[in-house]
């Protein structure tokens, strides 16, 4: 069983810049893709950014220049610097991970979330 472990969350003022790790356990398979999820109240789900086990990166536009994302493979662990933040940052920030095997079936595991709360 494949385990998330968020933490870094918390209460910050726009502006100010707070940092996520999220620690995974269990039988994790290489390659994978690691990524940061949230969702504010109302709203839908929705991708902030991701890594893969090589490295490449991508991000929202909402969130470029201003959240890094990074991973430490031998850790499993994956963080989120996130700079400059703003009110409509604030939501529950959730990690991911998922592989697929060479049946082509995927495996997807999610973290319980952390809060990410921005006064303006």
């Known amino acids: 069983q494949v385990q998330l472990v968020e933490s870094g969350g918390g209460l910050v003022q726009a502006g100010e810049s707070l940092r996520l790790s999220c620690a995974a356990s269990?039988?994790?398979?290489?390659?994978?893709?690691m990524g940061w999820y949230r969702q504010a109240p109302g709203k839908q789900r929705e991708l902030v950014t991701s890594i893969t086990t090589g490295g490449g990166a991508n991000y929202a536009d909402f969130v470029q220049g201003r959240f890094t994302i990074s991973r430490d493979n031998a850790k499993n662990t994956v963080y989120l610097q996130m700079n400059s933040l703003k009110a409509e940052d604030t939501a529950v920030y959730l990690c991911?991970?998922?592989?697929?095997?060479?049946?082509?079936?995927?495996?997807?595991?999610w973290g319980q979330g952390t809060q990410v709360s921005v006064s303006s």
């Open positions: 269990g039988s994790i398979f290489s390659p994978n893709v």
């Open positions: 991911n991970v998922k592989w697929a095997d060479r049946a082509g079936h995927v495996y997807d595991y």
